[in-house]
């Protein structure tokens, strides 16, 4: 059986073991330079693209075993690791985009990357129209021909699971495309099978998965990862063996935790649908939520993130979150533990009243990483913590 015959998750279980020899975990190469065996083999590896023994910067075996089983796991041609999500995402910014250019992104993002590209991307001469990404059509439309050069997408996206509908967007022609994978991880999507460009995650998240490891990671063609290789290698956020292994290590249970999230999401999900201190629950396994057709259409599991709003506001969304016992107040996600943040008060706090809205963020809204607990103590754990602002009243 080649690769591509093996299910996902059996794949996630064999990649990334190029360079182990007989072991069986990944190799941590803690080294930062390798031995040169000739003068022209050191000139072919300091001017080619990907060598993995010469300088850890450039390239090392145990980062490069994690970017070959992410490369596998979302059908791409390569991957190239970075430091964190964010090292990932200026990479592909500020390397791919010069002075002059023009992005699309969505308004609906990760807080980082709206801070880039509101902050940084004007410094350096590059403009961002930001869009509704849950309008049909919103991103095309945003498109200017011969100066956009990127299409910057994040999908499901932070902090509502706002859906991009894959398709349409890697049906738009000319700029690259981009899609912001780390909520659905390779094991739920695959951008790449409908014409996007390139995928990134923050394998921080999910796929390293024991809120352990700082690393990013982006796949796609030969052709653009190499690209922007050389714009990496000088931007000095490379992967740190020690997070790739981690990296590779977390991919082997990947696919058992998302069902156990998603299984517990959804149990949490129904559980908090309809109470009375409740507006709305999001989650996109929900028939309630706005693209849930899209969600069963590009997503293989609806994954362990949700979103709700309490009525009652900033102390409400306060209460809940510090009255909780067994999930924890911290901001992250992907991980064995449940964690729930209050973006309100944290994440966006820098952001305006309008801002908020815009990223869909009401005072009251709480967003929820599910972790891997038995689904009954998270309910009753919800249940303490929602008695605790019914009594606000
Ligand atoms: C966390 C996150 C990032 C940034 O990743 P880091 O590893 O923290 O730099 C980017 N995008 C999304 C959707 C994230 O959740």
């Not at 040169?36 to 050191?42: A, F, N």
């Not at 599991?301 to 979103?307: A, I, K, N």
């Not at 209050?342 to 869909?360: K, Q």
Request: charged residues 15%; glycine residues 10%.
């Amino acid at each position: 059986m080649t690769s591509d015959e093996l299910h996902p998750e059996t794949r996630a279980i064999r990649a990334g073991r190029a360079d182990n020899d007989t072991a069986l975990a990944p190799i941590l190469w803690a080294t930062t330079t390798f031995v040169t065996p000739t003068v022209e083999e050191g000139r072919r590896m300091a001017t080619g693209v990907g060598a993995a023994r010469f300088y850890s910067r450039y390239g090392n075996p145990t980062v490069n075993g994690f970017e070959d089983a992410i490369a596998q796991l979302e059908g791409a041609e390569t991957a190239r690791a970075f430091a964190s999500g964010m090292g990932a995402i200026s990479a592909v910014v500020l390397g791919l985009c010069s002075k002059g250019d023009h992005i699309v992104a969505q308004r609906q993002l990760y807080a980082g990357t709206q801070l880039l590209l509101q902050t940084v991307c004007p410094r350096f001469g590059i403009d961002v129209t930001f869009v509704d990404a849950t309008e049909p059509g919103a991103f095309a439309a945003a498109v200017i021909p011969g100066r956009t050069t990127l299409v910057f997408a994040e999908t499901p996206a932070n902090p509502r699971l706002d859906l991009v509908d894959l398709a349409e967007l890697g049906a738009i022609a000319g700029p690259m495309t981009v899609v912001d994978s780390t909520f659905a991880t390779p094991l739920v999507q695959r951008p790449l099978d409908y014409g996007v460009d390139l995928v990134i995650h923050s394998a921080t998240k999910a796929i390293a998965g024991h809120n352990d490891a700082t690393l990013g990671v982006v796949a796609g063609s030969a052709e653009l990862v190499n690209w922007l290789y050389s714009f990496a290698v000088l931007q000095g956020a490379n992967a740190s063996p020690f997070d790739a292994m981690n990296g590779t290590r977390g991919l082997r249970t990947l696919g058992v935790r998302l069902e156990r999230q998603s299984a517990n999401a959804g149990e949490l999900a129904n559980f908090l649908e309809g109470n009375a201190v409740i507006e709305e629950v999001r989650w996109p396994g929900l028939e309630s939520h706005p693209q849930y057709e899209l969600a069963q259409r590009q997503m293989a599991l609806p994954g362990g993130l949700l979103t709700f709003d309490l009525s009652g506001g900033l102390e409400a969304g306060r209460v809940f979150v510090e009255s909780l016992q067994i999930a924890q107040l911290a901001t992250s996600l992907g991980g064995p533990e449940t964690l729930v943040t209050h973006p309100a008060s944290t994440t966006h706090v820098n952001l305006t009243a309008e801002e908020l809205e815009a990223n869909g963020i009401r005072p009251g809204t709480v967003r929820v990483s599910v972790g891997l607990e038995h689904a009954g103590d998270l309910v009753a754990d919800f249940q303490q913590a929602l008695a605790a602002v019914t009594s606000l009243r």
